[in-house]
């Protein structure tokens, strides 16, 4: 992890930005070295994938993309759902978000879930049920495939029709960002040219998670 990411005075400054926006920005949160090894492991991973389009139920949106949840990673012997853990990792995510308590879920797919889209792949307009995600984008596409935020959402909605404020984040692989998932609504856009993964892996506080199902309807079904 790049170093500048274990300096308190800027954890401090993203921690004051999260609190103000619900998403810190991370660039260039891997390494050169780092990136490249992870890179390999999405194609070691990618064939394993489960592709999934539909729409999702409550949220009315739709769901274009391939996953491996946390527990078919670990069955993939990959070292993905284990990084939240790793200790320069968590401090940092208890930096920014401010929460001492804070560590990975306790849910089997959540705690680390492999996101892979191509060309028409979106994951669509939701919030998480774990109060924080940090997202590593560890692909690039060539067009298209930006976060998308709606910090101003107070709830109602259930397609991207009621969207109002929308903020757009452009990353470059090897970037990443802590988001308050749990109330900052989001979703990855339609992907429009090239291939885009990203790691995403959720953390809890001391407060149990209750799980709605949506993760479950997401990762249903993988080896």
């Known amino acids: 992890m790049n170093p500048v990411y274990a300096d308190p005075a800027h954890l401090g400054q993203l921690a004051d930005f999260l609190e103000r926006h619900g998403v810190a920005v991370l660039p260039q949160l891997l390494d050169p070295a780092t990136l490249a090894f992870l890179q390999a492991e999405v ?20 769901r274009r993309l391939a996953t491996l949840g946390a527990a078919a990673l670990g069955r993939a012997a990959s070292v993905l759902p284990d990084l939240g853990a790793e200790a320069s990792v968590l401090r940092m995510v208890r930096a920014v978000t401010r929460d001492p308590a804070a560590r990975p879920a306790d849910h089997q797919h959540e705690r680390a879930a492999l996101n892979l889209q191509e060309a028409g792949g979106t994951h669509g307009w939701h919030l998480d049920d774990p109060p924080w995600a940090l997202a590593i984008l560890l692909e690039e596409p060539e067009a298209g495939g930006a976060l998308e935020l709606a910090p101003g959402w107070t709830g109602g909605i259930t397609d991207a029709s009621g969207v109002v404020g929308l903020k757009a984040v452009a990353l470059r692989a090897g970037d990443g960002y802590l988001l308050r998932a749990d109330r900052t609504l989001h979703r990855v856009a339609e992907v429009e040219r090239g291939q885009r993964a990203a790691l995403s892996l959720a953390f809890q506080g001391a407060e149990p998670v209750v799980y709605g199902g949506t993760s479950d309807a997401l990762h249903a079904g993988e080896v």
């Open 43 to 62: 194609r070691r991973l990618r064939p394993l994938a489960r592709q999934r389009d539909f729409v999702m139920p409550g949220w009315n949106t739709p």
